[in-house]
């Protein structure tokens, strides 16, 4: 009678959470818990390349979802979210055999466990023979946290197969689905820029290009705006990409750029470093001898310390520091603060639309080669600074207006955090 | 290498029992659709009611069951080997059988025929996941019109030729310099799609893609 009642109670769970169309939201926390269960290890894989896998596989889910996965081998079992294991035939204690080579490969339940069959080929990521452990993996972890299958070609939710492309990766609308779950990835960021970078072309003409990176704390993301998402395998530690920065992250950018200048600042506390594009690193010591880090009062008298953020403006050859409710106005060409700087930022950016304006601690300010736009971020909210454009539509804007706020995520899209143990798989 | 102690390895060779039992005729296809959602399952509460003995898992147990024993019920040619599981079926389970198979054969970029043909056999044997598949969710979110990032890379060479003139911006608001001062801009288009603003002989050209960036990344194998 209790195993009826319970087994009664599970299909009523399994209805009332029955998969609809576009999945439902399994789990209201957003840190997940997982482990890949002792009596479960496959006898195919080394139990670190399967641990490496499953890590893989949760934090490609996390880079496209508010959710972060930690792998736990020391709480209780049950206080882990998802368990995974490999089995033959009756395994681990499921009621749904495997049925040996071929057809299921493995199968995941709501209640958070996903289930391997050892007796099918599964390989490594850099594999090109067998089924792609990771490949399962991102599968069935998509179905524990609520997404069914799809016909949709592309999709990681695919009911079959397909043998392992190269290099598979969630496309924009498994992203969109897991964000229609979960939601989209929100939060603010300490800096973000255009890295312009020179290049000569085989025929010796000199190509400028860009790139978009966000900031946060110790991490960044390269922003590929012809896709709408930031780059695969993101966010990297800083140190990583960025040779001799703060590891725990900076303040500003800022990217001093005109006919007789061509020089990139960033900025963190009290102090400041030049970079070094050609090299990609940060000098120690620039060809006018100054060692660096610098003091921020040095290389830019009139300017407090620590800073919110910067931007540089080729229009007045300013570079505009943000600090409090306060914007400073510094000329590079006199080495000073402008006339009359500090003002409010109100006063030299002022709304557009009453009630609508970010009044001070600016997280970033942020000139777009991409939208040839400057913008205000703090917060998960942005700000455009009305430009020529739109003020020859509507030439009543104020110079320097600020336009109708706007979510981050609405205009860029997936910058999502992994957890930190995920950082460096 | 999977792992094995035997000499000869016979502890690792699939035995034959743990191949799946491959889909080759209509009663195997017929558990395959019930199997993985195509064929509504029974409403376990109403069947409970009836046979309160009987246990939501069991039923893919029985599924399983009635593979095997197909195995054997189709091995003998002897009708009365036949078990319970007889494989008449009523009018209305054949329909619901058919409508099944097309809904199946239509989901799987398959000719809808309605028929067990090779091409569904084939496309039921492949490698797949064992959770059921439900409604399928045809109505994905849509990717947002590419019109507003890139600017300054189009693709699309339509775009290159009116980057300044269409308004995309100004030189004021790229370069801002004021009016006296003022870079000799044109644009020619690469060859290459990228859009490329030639200023004061160097040109400034559209967003790197992943092969730029910070190429000093250690290990960014993805």
């Given at each position: 009678?209790?195993?009826r009642?319970?087994?009664f109670l599970v299909?009523?769970r399994r209805?009332?959470r029955?998969l609809a169309?576009?999945?439902?939201?399994?789990?209201s926390?957003?840190?997940?818990?997982w482990r890949?269960?002792?009596?479960?290890?496959?006898?195919q894989?080394?139990?670190?390349?399967q641990?490496?896998v499953?890590?893989?596989?949760?934090?490609m889910?996390?880079e496209?979802?508010p959710?972060?996965?930690?792998e736990d081998v020391w709480s209780?079992l049950e206080d882990?979210?998802?368990?995974l294991?490999?089995g033959?035939?009756?395994h681990l204690?499921c009621?749904?055999?495997f049925d040996g080579?071929?057809q299921?490969?493995a199968h995941?339940?709501?209640?958070?466990?996903?289930?391997?069959?050892?007796d099918?080929?599964f390989?490594?990521?850099?594999?090109?023979?067998?089924i792609?452990?990771?490949k399962?993996?991102?599968?069935?972890?998509?179905?524990v946290?609520?997404?069914?299958h799809?016909y949709?070609?592309g999709s990681?939710?695919?009911?079959?197969?397909?043998?392992h492309e190269?290099?598979?990766e969630?496309?924009w609308?498994?992203?969109k689905?897991?964000?229609h779950?979960?939601?989209?990835c929100?939060?603010?960021?300490d800096t973000?820029?255009?890295?312009?970078?020179?290049e000569?072309?085989?025929?010796?003409?000199?190509?400028?290009?860009f790139?978009?990176y966000?900031?946060?704390?110790?991490?960044y993301?390269?922003?590929?705006?012809?896709?709408?998402r930031t780059?695969?395998?993101?966010?990297?530690?800083?140190?990583i990409?960025?040779?001799?920065?703060?590891?725990?992250?900076?303040?500003?950018?800022?990217?001093?750029?005109?006919k007789k200048?061509?020089?990139v600042?960033?900025?963190k506390?009290?102090q400041?470093?030049k970079?070094d594009?050609?090299n990609?690193q940060?000098?120690?010591k620039?060809?006018?001898?100054?060692?660096y880090p610098?003091?921020v009062?040095?290389g830019?008298p009139?300017?407090?310390?620590p800073?919110?953020t910067?931007?540089?403006?080729?229009r007045?050859?300013h570079?505009y520091f943000?600090?409090?409710?306060?914007?400073?106005?510094f000329?590079?060409?006199?080495?000073s603060?402008?006339?009359g700087?500090p003002?409010t930022?109100?006063d030299?950016?002022?709304?557009v639309?009453?009630?609508?304006h970010p009044d001070?601690h600016?997280d970033a300010?942020?000139?777009s080669y991409?939208h040839?736009?400057?913008f205000?971020?703090?917060?998960t909210?942005?700000?455009q600074?009305a430009?020529?454009r739109q003020r020859w539509?509507?030439?009543?804007l104020?110079?320097n207006g600020?336009?109708?706020?706007r979510?981050?995520d609405?205009?860029?899209?997936?910058?999502?955090?992994?957890?930190?143990?995920?950082?460096k798989? | 290498?999977k792992?094995f102690?035997s000499?000869?390895h016979?502890?690792?060779q699939?035995?034959?029992?743990?191949r799946?039992?491959v889909?080759?005729d209509?009663?195997?296809?017929?558990l395959f659709l019930?199997r993985y959602?195509?064929i509504?399952?029974?409403?376990w509460?109403?069947?409970?009611l009836e046979?309160p003995?009987?246990?939501?898992d069991d039923?893919?147990?029985d599924?399983q069951a009635?593979?095997q024993?197909g195995?054997?019920?189709?091995h003998?040619?002897?009708?009365?080997q036949?078990?319970?599981h007889?494989?008449f079926?009523s009018?209305?389970?054949?329909?619901?059988?058919?409508s099944a198979?097309k809904?199946?054969?239509?989901?799987?970029?398959?000719?809808?025929?309605?028929v067990?043909?090779?091409?569904?056999?084939?496309?039921?044997n492949?490698?797949r996941?064992g959770?059921p598949?439900q409604?399928m969710d045809?109505?994905?979110?849509?990717?947002?019109?590419?019109?507003q990032?890139?600017s300054?890379?189009k693709t699309d060479s339509?775009?290159?030729s009116?980057?300044?003139?269409?308004?995309?911006?100004?030189?004021d608001d790229?370069?801002g310099?004021?009016?006296?001062e003022?870079?000799?801009?044109?644009?020619?288009?690469?060859?290459?799609s990228?859009t490329?603003?030639n200023i004061n002989?160097?040109s400034?050209?559209?967003?790197?893609?992943?092969?730029?960036?910070?190429t000093?990344?250690s290990?960014?194998?993805?």
């Amino acid at each position: 009678r209790r195993r009826r009642h319970l087994a009664f109670l599970v299909s009523g769970r399994r209805r009332k959470r029955d998969l609809a169309e576009s999945g439902f939201m399994a789990f209201s926390k957003t840190v997940l818990k997982w482990r890949l269960i002792g009596e479960g290890y496959s006898s195919q894989l080394s139990v670190e390349e399967q641990r490496y896998v499953f890590r893989l596989a949760f934090r490609m889910w996390s880079e496209v979802s508010p959710l972060e996965f930690v792998e736990d081998v020391w709480s209780p079992l049950e206080d882990v979210d998802i368990k995974l294991g490999f089995g033959t035939g009756r395994h681990l204690g499921c009621s749904q055999r495997f049925d040996g080579t071929g057809q299921e490969f493995a199968h995941a339940w709501f209640l958070g466990d996903i289930h391997f069959d050892d007796d099918e080929h599964f390989t490594g990521p850099n594999s090109h023979s067998g089924i792609s452990l990771l490949k399962v993996a991102v599968h069935e972890i998509g179905h524990v946290l609520g997404l069914p299958h799809t016909y949709r070609p592309g999709s990681i939710m695919q009911p079959s197969y397909l043998p392992h492309e190269s290099s598979f990766e969630m496309d924009w609308m498994d992203r969109k689905a897991i964000q229609h779950l979960y939601g989209a990835c929100k939060g603010r960021f300490d800096t973000v820029f255009d890295w312009i970078r020179k290049e000569k072309t085989p025929y010796g003409d000199l190509i400028v290009r860009f790139n978009t990176y966000f900031m946060r704390d110790g991490w960044y993301w390269l922003y590929e705006n012809r896709n709408n998402r930031t780059r695969y395998g993101d966010p990297v530690a800083l140190q990583i990409g960025w040779h001799g920065l703060p590891s725990d992250g900076v303040d500003a950018h800022v990217h001093v750029w005109s006919k007789k200048r061509d020089v990139v600042y960033f900025f963190k506390g009290t102090q400041f470093w030049k970079y070094d594009n050609e090299n990609d690193q940060v000098f120690i010591k620039d060809s006018d001898g100054h060692r660096y880090p610098r003091l921020v009062s040095e290389g830019f008298p009139g300017v407090p310390s620590p800073i919110d953020t910067a931007f540089y403006d080729r229009r007045d050859s300013h570079i505009y520091f943000f600090k409090g409710t306060q914007v400073f106005a510094f000329s590079v060409e006199t080495s000073s603060l402008a006339r009359g700087f500090p003002k409010t930022i109100r006063d030299v950016f002022p709304p557009v639309e009453r009630g609508d304006h970010p009044d001070g601690h600016i997280d970033a300010a942020y000139f777009s080669y991409t939208h040839s736009a400057i913008f205000l971020l703090k917060g998960t909210r942005f700000w455009q600074v009305a430009g020529s454009r739109q003020r020859w539509r509507r030439p009543l804007l104020p110079r320097n207006g600020l336009l109708p706020h706007r979510e981050v995520d609405q205009q860029w899209f997936d910058i999502c955090n992994v957890h930190p143990t995920a950082l460096k798989l | 290498e999977k792992l094995f102690h035997s000499r000869d390895h016979s502890d690792v060779q699939t035995p034959q029992s743990h191949r799946a039992a491959v889909v080759t005729d209509e009663l195997k296809a017929e558990l395959f659709l019930s199997r993985y959602g195509f064929i509504k399952p029974v409403n376990w509460e109403e069947a409970q009611l009836e046979d309160p003995d009987s246990d939501p898992d069991d039923f893919l147990d029985d599924l399983q069951a009635r593979i095997q024993e197909g195995t054997s019920v189709l091995h003998s040619r002897d009708k009365s080997q036949i078990g319970h599981h007889d494989v008449f079926k009523s009018q209305a389970e054949n329909r619901a059988f058919i409508s099944a198979l097309k809904e199946f054969q239509r989901v799987s970029g398959l000719v809808v025929t309605g028929v067990f043909d090779e091409a569904t056999k084939e496309a039921m044997n492949k490698p797949r996941c064992g959770v059921p598949d439900q409604n399928m969710d045809l109505n994905a979110p849509v990717e947002p019109e590419n019109n507003q990032t890139d600017s300054f890379d189009k693709t699309d060479s339509n775009n290159t030729s009116d980057l300044f003139s269409s308004g995309n911006y100004s030189e004021d608001d790229l370069f801002g310099f004021n009016n006296t001062e003022s870079f000799l801009v044109n644009i020619s288009n690469d060859t290459n799609s990228n859009t490329s603003m030639n200023i004061n002989n160097t040109s400034v050209d559209g967003e790197m893609g992943n092969v730029g960036g910070n190429t000093n990344q250690s290990g960014a194998v993805r």
